[in-house]
């Protein structure tokens, strides 16, 4: 029970924020307790708590109460950085009323929304790390006034080029403020961080960590449902008026995510002809348009009752309401994002309600896996590694930030952070340009300097620069004939056959200038063709920690033959699955198909000999043949190519961990005779990418 008198001291302190932060409440939460005092007091502070525990306001109302005055000028004060726009949009909905209520505004600043009010700016700016990026290179004087930052949802980021590119800004923004004599204060929020005080560092400078368990009890359950009309029949059993019957649960507002966008779409087809569901049925993936995402958001939010089928795009705390229950079709690849989607629902209780739907017996132990690892705290994440293509991507944004036109590799390493400058001597950072250049992003200058290429000011002029997000494969608009609204993006449709997009199924009526005409048709509809979204990586770590579920010896390679050829597990992860197997296709009479995360598969039986002895050289040298396939699962980066040799190789051996990945292989022994349950599980493990 919250003691009365921490509430009272917590009042007392917030003066001017506490009404219009925390009155609707019956109480404040634990991190909302525990945020004021460290916050009021200047301090930089990492927040770690579960989703939807408040940590957006128990950072912001002692931070505008700290701020207050100042925020009352002209100019921007506290900056909140989202890591996508939606959750800037969220956000920013959230906090327009108590902040009317102070006299105070926001505004958001995205792709979306990129215009400024210079004569009317904002007391609170709302934004993305690409669109912070745009900020610093093109109004840069507009972000000296900032004296708070919010790195919201870190964990997101965090880890990946989009993550290191925000570290880089953070440095540059200290610059631009403490040109106007103010210390940036930060605080950092997250529902999953494996080791807070490392993350803190990374972005902060000393931060206090304060991590407040509120996790709610998990209550999982797992239903057999090998057809996607399973699913459906399962949900139709369980959706209701609300409450638990006879046992049997019961919800009238259901969020099931699932791994691929055609499935959200299938399922959600299927989920139309069923009586009990009908018209409650919502869709939301990343290949709808961002007008019919948030019309989904929207409309779900404000829904008594229904069932949103959506992928990782709904794994963030944008506010759908309250969620009676989480459905998950398939086991998400990391223990974090099932966190984060137990976390989407089951918000008003203390327990966390969650439903794993598995097609078969190595689906369950994955789940069963990820359960057990979230029970215990323990997020089986990767150690941190630095993805340098990002100082590529900074180059450039500098460059357009300087007033002088010019860039010199001293002055980029300047504004590296600590831990990042030591990898980037001068002569590497000098080897970058001189690539940049040969790639028409930089042109020559004198005494050792750079200007902008044509390549980097056409895209400085498209404000694509500003990204380190993958390529994304251009496309159809696709738009309701009737409404004119604009439902997605496709790759391209057939004429004769429906498609299923929206949740409906559509028929193709005409293409005009890259756009595709619908209209709903009552014909069954075939898979969208949608832009790849790349393949999902599991990590040696949540790996190794599924070998350990199954009851195997950690020092075992399973093995067993099926119908189509014979599979060799190596519980290694994507990244060394991919290694092991272009490795091993060296080998006399390894007829290898494909490694994945868990195995390696053969076309034939495993050859008659023992186990060849793998060399780190061996398999570094396996690693270089694929280097492109491995930039693109490890996140290297879509400017990797432009960074030299020896760092996209230290990048990956980082990542591959090649001697802990020898190590394995050489102290392990095949075990082919396995119990019956275990020969069952690894078969259907056998599938997995």
Request: charged share 25%; glycine share 8%; net charge neutral.
């Given at each position: 029970m919250t003691n009365e008198c921490e509430i009272a001291a917590m009042r007392g302190a917030l003066t001017r924020t506490w009404f219009p932060f925390f009155a609707r409440f019956s109480r404040p939460r634990g991190v909302q307790l525990a945020a004021h005092e460290p916050l009021l007091a200047g301090e930089d502070v990492v927040f770690c708590s579960p989703t939807a525990s408040g940590k957006t306001e128990a950072v912001l109302a002692p931070l505008i109460e700290r701020h207050l005055d100042r925020a009352r000028g002209t100019a921007p004060q506290i900056l909140i950085v989202c890591p996508t726009r939606a959750l800037v949009n969220d956000t920013l909905r959230r906090l327009e009323p108590p902040l009317a209520r102070l006299g105070l505004t926001a505004h958001r600043r995205t792709g979306d929304h990129a215009v400024l009010n210079r004569k009317h700016p904002p007391n609170l700016l709302i934004t993305t790390p690409e669109s912070l990026d745009s900020l610093l290179v093109r109004h840069t004087r507009f972000l000296s006034t900032v004296r708070a930052v919010v790195l919201d949802e870190l964990h997101i980021l965090d880890g990946s080029p989009r993550g290191d590119q925000l570290r880089l800004l953070m440095e540059r923004l200290r610059r631009v403020t403490a040109r106007s004599g103010g210390r940036l204060q930060g605080a950092i929020t997250s529902a999953t961080i494996?080791?807070?005080?490392?993350?803190?560092?990374?972005?902060?400078?000393?931060?206090?960590?304060?991590?407040?368990?509120?996790?709610?009890?998990?209550?999982?359950?797992?239903?057999?449902?090998?057809?996607?009309?399973?699913?459906?029949?399962?949900?139709?059993?369980?959706?209701?008026?609300?409450?638990?019957?006879?046992?049997?649960?019961?919800?009238?507002?259901?969020?099931?995510?699932?791994?691929?966008?055609?499935?959200?779409?299938?399922?959600?087809?299927?989920?139309?002809?069923?009586?009990?569901?009908?018209?409650?049925?919502?869709?939301?993936?990343?290949?709808?348009?961002?007008?019919?995402?948030?019309?989904?958001?929207?409309?779900?939010?404000?829904?008594?009752?229904?069932?949103?089928?959506?992928?990782?795009?709904?794994?963030?705390?944008?506010?759908?309401?309250?969620?009676?229950l989480v459905v998950m079709v398939e086991p998400p690849t990391s223990v974090a994002a099932f966190l984060q989607r137990v976390g989407r629902g089951n918000r008003r209780t203390e327990r966390a309600r969650v439903l794993g739907c598995y097609r078969d017996r190595g689906d369950k132990a994955r789940f069963e896996h990820l359960a057990a690892s979230a029970a215990k705290g323990d997020l089986l994440a990767p150690p941190y590694v630095f993805r340098s293509s990002v100082v590529a991507q900074q180059v450039g944004s500098l460059l357009m930030q300087s007033r002088d036109g010019w860039i010199a590799p001293k002055v980029v390493r300047e504004r590296l952070p600590a831990d990042v400058a030591p990898i980037w001597s001068e002569e590497l950072l000098t080897d970058l340009m001189e690539r940049m250049r040969r790639s028409d992003w930089l042109v020559q200058a004198r005494f050792g300097r750079y200007q902008p290429g044509p390549k980097l000011i056409r895209s400085h002029r498209l404000g694509t620069m500003h990204a380190n997000l993958p390529h994304e494969v251009g496309g159809l608009e696709v738009v309701d004939e009737d409404t004119g609204q604009v439902l997605g993006q496709v790759r391209g449709a057939k004429s004769d056959q429906p498609m299923a997009l929206a949740g409906r199924s559509r028929r193709v009526l005409r293409e005009a200038e890259g756009r595709l005409y619908v209209s709903s048709s009552p014909h069954e509809a075939q898979e969208a063709d949608f832009a790849p979204r790349g393949r999902q990586v599991i990590t040696w770590e949540t790996a190794r920690g599924l070998l350990g579920t199954l009851d195997l010896?950690?020092?075992?390679?399973?093995?067993?033959?099926?119908?189509?050829?014979?599979?060799?597990?190596?519980?290694?992860?994507?990244?060394?699955?991919?290694?092991?197997?272009?490795?091993?296709?060296?080998?006399?009479?390894?007829?290898?198909?494909?490694?994945?995360?868990?195995?390696?598969?053969?076309?034939?039986?495993?050859?008659?000999?023992?186990?060849?002895?793998?060399?780190?050289?061996?398999?570094?040298?396996?690693?270089?043949?694929?280097?492109?396939?491995?930039?693109?699962?490890?996140?290297?980066g879509p400017f990797s190519a432009l960074v030299p040799d020896r760092l996209r190789r230290d990048l990956l051996e980082s990542i591959l961990a090649i001697p802990r990945l020898t190590a394995m292989w050489n102290a392990s022994e095949l075990a082919a005779e396995l119990a019956p349950k275990k020969l069952a599980i690894l078969a259907d493990l056998a599938k997995v990418r």
């Open positions: 494996a080791a807070p005080a490392d993350l803190g560092a990374r972005y902060l400078h000393e931060p206090t960590p304060i991590l407040v368990a509120d996790t709610p009890r998990l209550e999982s359950r797992w239903v057999h449902c090998p057809r996607p009309g399973d699913v459906i029949l399962t949900l139709d059993k369980i959706y209701g008026r609300g409450g638990e019957r006879a046992g049997a649960v019961r919800a009238r507002k259901i969020l099931v995510f699932v791994n691929r966008r055609n499935d959200v779409e299938t399922l959600a087809g299927l989920a139309h002809r069923f009586g009990r569901l009908g018209e409650r049925v919502f869709t939301h993936h990343g290949s709808l348009s961002r007008e019919e995402r948030e019309r989904v958001e929207e409309r779900f939010l404000s829904a008594p009752s229904g069932v949103c089928f959506a992928t990782m795009t709904l794994e963030l705390g944008i506010d759908i309401g309250d969620i009676d010896p950690a020092n075992t390679l399973p093995y067993l033959e099926t119908n189509e050829g014979s599979a060799l597990f190596h519980f290694a992860g994507s990244l060394a699955g991919e290694v092991l197997a272009q490795h091993l296709r060296r080998l006399s009479g390894w007829q290898v198909l494909r490694g994945s995360a868990l195995a390696i598969l053969l076309e034939a039986p495993l050859p008659r000999a023992p186990l060849p002895v793998l060399t780190e050289s061996g398999l570094l040298s396996a690693a270089e043949e694929i280097e492109k396939k491995l930039a693109k699962l490890a996140e290297a």
